[in-house]
């Protein structure tokens, strides 16, 4: 005799709400890390809180991105997420300068 037992899992994940926590944290460590630069710390720090905004900003440009393309059709389409690329270049390679990185030495 052999019994066999089916279970069904019906799970719905309501991703809006944390989305919405997520973009409120956002903005807080964004307007904190903004108030903390004019309190006059060590050029260093300065420089490490500009790193950590505008590393925000690029994964807000990748997450655009991710979006255009999920969106796109058509030519037009097709242009917004060369932009949106072009845009995530651009942030990347100024945050690898911020940081110092030099592309001969690969550090």
Same mark, same amino acid.
């Given at each position: 005799?052999?019994?066999?037992?089916?279970?069904?899992?019906?799970?719905?994940?309501?991703?809006?709400?944390? $989305?919405?926590?997520?973009?409120?944290?956002?903005?807080?460590?964004?307007?904190? $890390?903004?108030?903390?630069?004019?309190?006059g710390l060590p050029e260093?720090?300065?420089? *490490?809180?500009? &790193?950590?905004?505008?590393?925000?900003?690029?994964?807000?440009? &990748?997450? %655009? *991105?991710?979006?255009?393309?999920?969106? *796109? %059709?058509?030519?037009?389409?097709w242009w917004r997420v060369? $932009?949106? $690329?072009?845009?995530?270049?651009?942030?990347?390679?100024?945050?690898? %300068?911020?940081?110092?990185?030099? *592309?001969?030495?690969?550090?």
């Amino acid at each position: 005799m052999s019994i066999e037992e089916t279970a069904t899992f019906n799970l719905e994940i309501n991703v809006e709400q944390a $989305l919405s926590n997520l973009r409120q944290i956002e903005g807080l460590l964004f307007r904190t $890390l903004g108030y903390v630069q004019r309190l006059g710390l060590p050029e260093n720090m300065n420089q *490490a809180i500009r &790193v950590i905004q505008r590393v925000t900003m690029a994964i807000r440009l &990748v997450h %655009s *991105a991710i979006i255009a393309m999920e969106l *796109a %059709s058509g030519p037009i389409g097709w242009w917004r997420v060369g $932009l949106a $690329l072009a845009g995530v270049g651009f942030t990347v390679a100024g945050i690898a %300068s911020d940081v110092g990185y030099d *592309a001969q030495r690969g550090y």
